[in-house]
C-alpha cells in the first residue's frame, strides 16, 4: 500500500512538474529579457494576426480598405505619394492576416525599441556632408526588432529569397557568439548588413552585428535586461492588462536631445537681438514640458477598446507658470445632473485658467506689434475692465453639450448648449447687462420653474433663439431656450440625466467619478448627423453649381457674340484696305495719263479715317472678349468638377462615416496622480 502511495505521489509530481514546464515553455521568452535598459522608444503589439483581422473587419477598417484609392490619386482628390502610403497600409494590414510566411514572422508578438544615438548629432551632421556609407548603419544602430516565432521559422531563407526577387546579390553568413549563432544577411555593395538571432522562441533583428551582440549579451546575463529595469517596473504597472499594444516614450531623454539640436540650428541661424528673442521664445517653449519624464500608452481591443496614457512628471521640476494645469486635483463633476439624457456629446472640465490664457493673449498682441495702449482703448471702448470684471466673474469650469443637428430648414442648426462655473454672480450679471446694451434683437425674459432666463426673438423660430440663464454655480448659454429649459428640468429630476443614458453607461468607467476632464459622443449617431450635414451641402453646393453654369453659359453666349463681331470687323477692316489699294492703282493709271486724282485722294483719306475707328471698334471688342473670357476662367475655377467632389464623397466620405456607425459611444477621462496625468479613452463597439 505504501508504495502505491509512494508512486501516486510520484507520479502526480511529475505531472505538475511538465505541466508548469509546459506552461512556462508555451508562454516563451519575454521580450524585455533580450532589450537593453534605458530604451529611448518602446512599442510591442500582443496578437497581431487576431487583431489586424478584428480591425480589418470592422465597417470602418472595410471602408478603409475597399476604397479606390487609384481613382482617387487619377482625379486628383488625393496627392500620389498620400495614395501609396495608403495602399501599402492596406496591402501591409492583408499581408499579416494572408502571407503565411508574414503570419509566422509577425503574426504573434511584434516589439520595436529604439535607443539614442552612441554618436554625437554634431559628428553625424559632418558624415551626412562627406556622404559616409556607414551613416545608415549608424543612424539605425539604436533599432532592435524583436518578434515571436514559431520554431519552423527560417527568415534568412525568407528575407534571402525575397531580396533575391528584387534583383539584388544577396550573401549570408554566421559566426559563434557565447554559444548563439548571429546570422548576417548583405547585399554586394552596401556596406549595410542586416543581423539577426534566434533566443529561444524570441527572432532579434538589427542593422548591424553590434546590435545583435548587445541583445545577447542582455539574454546571458539577464540583470542587464529592459525586464530588470526598475523605471520599466514603474511603467509597466500603468498599462492595462491585458494589453494588446503597450509603448512608452524616454520624454525626458527625447526632449533633452531634441531641445540641445534646437538651440545649435537657432544658434547657427540667428545674430544679435533676433538671436536673443529666438531664444526667449524657445526657453519659454521648453518650460511648458520641464519635469516631464515618461509618456507611456497601453490599449486593449475588446468589445469596449481601452486606450490608457500616463504622462509621468516630478511636481518639484515643472514650471511655475504651467504647474495648475498638470497638478490641479480632479474633482467631483456636478454638471452632469443637468445635461439630458440624449444628448450627441458632452464635454466638462475643471482646470480652466482665465489668467494664464489672458496673460498669454496680451503677451501675443504685443509681439505682433500691438501698442500697449491698444488695451486700454478697448476696454474704455466696451466699458469693462477684463482683470478687474470679467477675469473674476467666472471659475474653473467650463463645457458644453450638443443634442442635435437639424437639417431641414434653411441651413443646418447645431443645438448647443455651453455652461460655465460662476465665481461673482453679479459681476456676471453686469458683463451680461453690458453686452445687452446694443442687442442685434429684441431681448425677451421668461420665468420657468422659478429661473429666470433671457432670450433673443429671431425670426427663425425656436430652433434658434439664443438665451441664458443661472442654474445653481453655473450660466447656461445655449442656442435656443428649449435646451436651457431641457437642462432646468433635468436638474429638478423632472426628467433623466445622462447617467441614465445606456450608451453612457457603456462606457462610465470612472467618468462620473472624480475626474479633470471628461467627454462623451454617440459616435456612430454624430456620423450619421455630420452625414446629413454633408448630403446637405452637397445639394447646396450642387444648386450654386447649377447657377454658375448658368451664368458660364449666359456669357459664353455673349463671349461668343463678340468672337463673331470681332471677325466681321476685322473682314471689314480688310476690305477697307484693299479699297485703299484699288483707289492708289487708279491714282498711279490717272497720273500717268495726266488727268484729275483729286477724288480719288479725297475717298482714300475717309477710308482712313473709317480704318482708324474700325480699327478702335475691334480693340473694344478684344477687350470685352478678354473681359468674358477672364469671368468664364473664373467660374470654371470657383466651380469644381461634381463628378469628381461625388467620387471623393461616394468613395471614401460616407464609407468612412458608415464605417463609423459601428462605434456606438466614446468617453474619456482625464485625472492625475501625484506625479502623473493620467487619460483613459473607451470606445464601444455595436454588437
Request: net charge negative.
Given at each position: 500500500m505504501k508504495k502505491i502511495i509512494v508512486i501516486a505521489l510520484c507520479v502526480a509530481i511529475g505531472i505538475v512538474a511538465v505541466g508548469i514546464l509546459l506552461k512556462t515553455r508555451t508562454k516563451g521568452l519575454a521580450i524585455e529579457s533580450v532589450l537593453p535598459q534605458k530604451p529611448l522608444v518602446y512599442v510591442k503589439l500582443n496578437d497581431v494576426e487576431k487583431n489586424m483581422k478584428e480591425i480589418s473587419a470592422l465597417p470602418l477598417?472595410?471602408?478603409?480598405?475597399?476604397?479606390?484609392?487609384?481613382?482617387?490619386?487619377?482625379?486628383?482628390?488625393?496627392t500620389p505619394q498620400q495614395g501609396a502610403f495608403l495602399q501599402l497600409i492596406r496591402t501591409k494590414m492583408s499581408e499579416i492576416s494572408t502571407n503565411p510566411v508574414m503570419k509566422q514572422l509577425f503574426g504573434r508578438e511584434v516589439a520595436v525599441a529604439i535607443y539614442p544615438l552612441k554618436q554625437d548629432m554634431g559628428e553625424l551632421v559632418q558624415e551626412m556632408k562627406i556622404l559616409n556609407p556607414q551613416l545608415v548603419s549608424e543612424l539605425l544602430s539604436g533599432v532592435f526588432l524583436v518578434t515571436r516565432v514559431d520554431p519552423n521559422v527560417q527568415f534568412a531563407e525568407f528575407f534571402t529569397r525575397y531580396l533575391t526577387q528584387l534583383g539584388a546579390k544577396v550573401s549570408q553568413g554566421q559566426v559563434e557568439y557565447k554559444e548563439e549563432t548571429l546570422r548576417t544577411i548583405f547585399i554586394s555593395g552596401d556596406p549595410m548588413r542586416l543581423a539577426f538571432v534566434r533566443l529561444d522562441d524570441l527572432l532579434v533583428i538589427g542593422i548591424s552585428e553590434a546590435t545583435i551582440r548587445e541583445s545577447i549579451d542582455v539574454y546571458k546575463q539577464g540583470s542587464h535586461s529592459l525586464a530588470k529595469d526598475p523605471q520599466f517596473a514603474k511603467i509597466r504597472s500603468s498599462f492595462l492588462d491585458p494589453s494588446s499594444t503597450v509603448g512608452f516614450l524616454d520624454f525626458e531623454t527625447f526632449w533633452t536631445l531634441?531641445?540641445?539640436?534646437?538651440?545649435?540650428?537657432?544658434?547657427?541661424?540667428?545674430?544679435?537681438?533676433?538671436?536673443?528673442?529666438?531664444?526667449?521664445?524657445?526657453?519659454?517653449?521648453?518650460?511648458?514640458?520641464?519635469?516631464?519624464?515618461?509618456?507611456?500608452?497601453?490599449?486593449?481591443?475588446?468589445?469596449?477598446?481601452?486606450?490608457?496614457?500616463?504622462?509621468?512628471?516630478?511636481?518639484d521640476e515643472l514650471d511655475a507658470k504651467y504647474e495648475n494645469f498638470y497638478t490641479c486635483?480632479?474633482?467631483?463633476?456636478?454638471?452632469?445632473?443637468?445635461?439630458?439624457?440624449?444628448?450627441?456629446?458632452?464635454?466638462?472640465?475643471?482646470?480652466?485658467?482665465?489668467?494664464?490664457?489672458?496673460?498669454e493673449s496680451k503677451r501675443e498682441m504685443l509681439q505682433k506689434g500691438a501698442p500697449e495702449s491698444a488695451l486700454g482703448e478697448f476696454e474704455a471702448k466696451i466699458g469693462l475692465s477684463i482683470e478687474q470684471d470679467v477675469l473674476p466673474a467666472f471659475g474653473d469650469e467650463l463645457g458644453g453639450y450638443i443634442s442635435d443637428i437639424q437639417t431641414g430648414g434653411l441651413f443646418p442648426i447645431p443645438k448647443v448648449l455651453l455652461f460655465a462655473r460662476v465665481r461673482d454672480k453679479s459681476k456676471a450679471q453686469q458683463l451680461l447687462a453690458k453686452l445687452q446694451e446694443q442687442p442685434i434683437a429684441i431681448i425677451q425674459e421668461e420665468t420657468y420653474k422659478g429661473i429666470a432666463l433671457k432670450y433673443l426673438a429671431l425670426p427663425l423660430g425656436e430652433a434658434l433663439q439664443p438665451g441664458y440663464c443661472f442654474l445653481g454655480d453655473y450660466l447656461l448659454v445655449a442656442t435656443s431656450r428649449q435646451l436651457i429649459k431641457n437642462s432646468i428640468d433635468v436638474s429638478m429630476g423632472a426628467s433623466s440625466s445622462l447617467k441614465a443614458d445606456p450608451g453612457f453607461n457603456e462606457v462610465n468607467f470612472g467618468l462620473t467619478d472624480k475626474n479633470k476632464s471628461v467627454q462623451f459622443v454617440k459616435i456612430g449617431q454624430i456620423a450619421d448627423k455630420i452625414k446629413g450635414v454633408i448630403q446637405w451641402s452637397s445639394q447646396w453646393v450642387a444648386g450654386r453649381d447649377q447657377k454658375a453654369q448658368a451664368f458660364e453659359s449666359g456669357v459664353q453666349k455673349p463671349l461668343e457674340e463678340v468672337e463673331a463681331s470681332i471677325a466681321v470687323k476685322i473682314g471689314e477692316l480688310e476690305q477697307m484696305r484693299g479699297q485703299i489699294v484699288q483707289r492708289e492703282d487708279e491714282i498711279w493709271d490717272l497720273d500717268v495719263k495726266g488727268e484729275d486724282v483729286s477724288a480719288q485722294k479725297a475717298e482714300i483719306n475717309e477710308l482712313k479715317v473709317q480704318i482708324e475707328a474700325k480699327e478702335k471698334e475691334i480693340a473694344g471688342e478684344y477687350e470685352r472678349k478678354e473681359e468674358l473670357e477672364n469671368i468664364v476662367a473664373q467660374t470654371e475655377e470657383n466651380v469644381p468638377d461634381p463628378a469628381l467632389r461625388e467620387s471623393f464623397l461616394n468613395e471614401l466620405v460616407y464609407p468612412v462615416l458608415d464605417?463609423?456607425?459601428?462605434?456606438?459611444?466614446?468617453?474619456?477621462?482625464?485625472?492625475?496622480d501625484k506625479d502623473a496625468l493620467i487619460s483613459s479613452l473607451f470606445l464601444k463597439i455595436s454588437d
Open positions: 477598417g472595410q471602408a478603409l480598405i475597399n476604397a479606390d484609392y487609384d481613382l482617387l490619386t487619377r482625379q486628383n482628390i488625393i531634441l531641445k540641445k539640436q534646437i538651440q545649435n540650428i537657432a544658434g547657427l541661424s540667428a545674430q544679435g537681438p533676433e538671436k536673443d528673442v529666438i531664444q526667449k521664445d524657445l526657453d519659454d517653449a521648453f518650460k511648458r514640458v520641464d519635469g516631464f519624464k515618461t509618456i507611456t500608452m497601453s490599449s486593449q481591443l475588446a468589445q469596449v477598446i481601452k486606450v490608457s496614457s500616463h504622462v509621468f512628471f516630478d511636481p486635483p480632479a474633482k467631483v463633476n456636478e454638471t452632469i445632473n443637468f445635461v439630458p439624457q440624449d444628448v450627441l456629446g458632452y464635454q466638462w472640465s475643471n482646470c480652466l485658467d482665465l489668467s494664464y490664457y489672458w496673460e464605417g463609423l456607425k459601428s462605434f456606438e459611444s466614446y468617453g474619456l477621462r482625464l485625472t492625475s
